[in-house]
């Protein structure tokens, strides 16, 4: 299967009055139609930086510095807005964190939808159109559809007006779905209808997903394959049970060790000590250096290349060096999540 998009060096920065910051460096990465990419880190790793670069929706003091964007090997990377406008929505989606950032709390929820199908079918007749949005919104699980068409985002709930801002995202069938983290700010039973949802959509609709979270415990029930990014770099990518059941990267190590599943029963949660560094202000060499508790000495002169674990698993540790001393994956193999 040939890949629908590729990422080849991505580095994208940030102006500011105190000059320029790499928040997005040197990434790379593919994806192929029809599979689920989630992208994992802390807040402030550079996830939804990435996602907002290849979508070309990055605010006015940012910049793509260098890198390639193929999307069907043709590379966007250059794409005016008139360009982008072309492909967002009918190519490439979003759906975002919050719904109500992204909803219009003044129009109804049918006519937000219904906008959304018009966008690239303008002489759609006026019943064919709300036919499509009465089909989409019940495709979303959103009950009682004709009913619910002229209510406002005001009337629904957290998971129902995620479910909306879905049905707009998936309203010409996207090639590819970014969602990024859009179940973080819902209840843990509504989080597992909408992931169960999205990939129920995503299977009839054929689209590729690009995940973004800093849940691994979300991760486990929808990826096909797992980028964990750090400080702008993803430092570890692989399949999903080779990122859950043989992990390389310390910082992995870190997160999986967060997850409630680890924890000792009377005993804290583990967390990562310290703080990810300003991306204005990376440390020499690896950036998780600091923050590493098997740090070798190179890793605060040089930054790690990428190791090859196996033809789908890398990571950019120097641990997997034949010199590097052996150290042993302080998670357990026979995970539950």
């Known amino acids: ?3 629908i998009l590729k990422i080849e060096n991505l580095s994208v920065n940030f102006r500011s009055e105190d000059g320029e910051s790499e928040v997005v460096r ?6 192929k139609s029809g599979e689920t990419l989630a992208i994992v880190g802390e807040s402030g790793s550079g996830k939804s930086v990435l996602a907002k670069s290849i979508m070309k929706l990055l605010p006015h003091n940012a910049y793509i510095k260098e890198g390639e964007i193929l999307l069907n090997d043709i590379d966007i990377t250059s794409y005016t807005e008139r360009d982008m406008q072309k492909l967002r929505g009918s190519v490439l989606s979003m759906i975002f964190q919050d719904p109500m950032t992204s909803l219009n709390p003044t129009i109804s929820i049918g006519k937000q939808i219904a906008e959304a199908v ?5 002489k759609m007749k006026r019943a064919d159109v709300k036919s499509r949005v009465i089909e989409l919104m019940e495709l979303v699980g959103i009950e ?7 209510l406002y985002p005001h009337n629904f709930s957290g998971g129902m007006r995620q479910r909306s801002a879905l049905a707009i995202a998936i309203a010409q069938n996207p090639a590819i779905l970014f969602a990024d983290e859009p179940t973080t700010s819902l209840d843990v039973t509504t989080q597992l209808q909408i992931l169960d949802l999205l990939r129920d959509i995503q299977k009839k609709l054929g689209m590729a997903v690009v995940f973004i979270t800093h849940d691994l415990g979300v991760v486990a029930r929808i990826a096909d394959r797992v980028a964990v990014m750090y400080s702008g770099k993803i430092v570890e990518i692989g399949t999903a049970e080779e990122i859950f059941y043989d992990p390389k990267h310390p910082y992995t190590w870190g997160l999986m060790k967060s997850l409630p599943s680890f924890a000792e029963k009377g005993k804290e949660l583990y967390t990562i000590s310290g703080f990810p560094p300003s991306p204005g202000d990376l440390p020499k060499g690896d950036a998780f250096a600091p923050r590493n508790e098997y740090a070798l000495r190179i890793d605060y002169e040089e930054m790690p290349p990428m190791f090859k674990v196996s033809d789908t698993h890398y990571a950019a540790t120097w641990l997997l060096d034949s010199r590097a001393p052996k150290v042993l994956p302080p998670v357990r193999r026979d995970m539950n999540v």
């Open 118 to 122: 018009r966008l690239h079918s303008p």
């Open 144 to 150: 009682n559809a004709e009913e619910r068409y002229n």
């Open 1 to 3: 299967m040939s890949d």
């Open 26 to 31: 040197g990434v790379s990465f593919s994806l």
